[in-house]
């Protein structure tokens, strides 16, 4: 009996511990060093948060021409709070920007165009209850995709 009334009090400080990072003070994290911006992701709650998940993409616009395809060289390191156990992303490096060589008209105006870096995170867990964290250096800009899963299974054939 000791145990069970042990994990209930384990977890209701975890969950009082989630409610508090997700809250507007932010005190979990820390504040962005000097150079870098603070980027916070508060999802919307869900009815059910497993088929949602979380692409961040991580770039910068540039004015570029129209034909030729851009990355920037680039690493962002997932690291975790001491003390609290959440995730944060840091962008490390951004740059230097690669490309397709193709010829282009040199007459063509110069269009504004979001280069991402070529470092891909994977899918994150959606979870509405705990921010998602990117520090990354002034001028980069974090952007994000949710992406939804249907709620049914499918069968894949044999063969």
């Known amino acids: 009996m000791k145990t069970i009334q042990l994990i209930a009090v384990i977890?209701?400080?975890?969950a009082a511990t989630v409610v508090q990072a997700g809250d507007n003070n932010m005190k979990a994290f820390p504040p962005a060093e000097a150079g870098m911006v603070r980027h916070v992701l508060k999802m919307e709650r869900q009815a059910n948060e497993s088929l949602f998940q979380v692409e961040l993409i991580v770039g910068k616009t540039?004015?570029?021409d129209k034909g030729n395809s851009y990355f920037f060289i680039g690493s962002v390191a997932q690291e975790t709070v001491e003390g609290w156990g959440f995730n944060y992303y840091k962008v490390e490096k951004l740059g230097p920007m690669g490309g397709t060589l193709m010829a282009v008209d040199p007459d063509e105006p110069k269009v504004d165009r979001f280069v991402q870096v070529n470092h891909l995170l994977g899918l994150l867990r959606y979870n509405s209850r705990l921010p998602i964290v990117v520090y990354a250096p002034e001028g980069v800009e974090v952007r994000y995709r949710i992406w939804?899963?249907?709620p049914e299974h499918k069968?894949?054939?044999a063969g």
């Open 148 to 150: 939804r899963g249907e």
């Open 62 to 64: 540039v004015q570029l």
């Open 11 to 14: 977890c209701a400080v975890l």
């Open 155 to 157: 069968l894949m054939p």
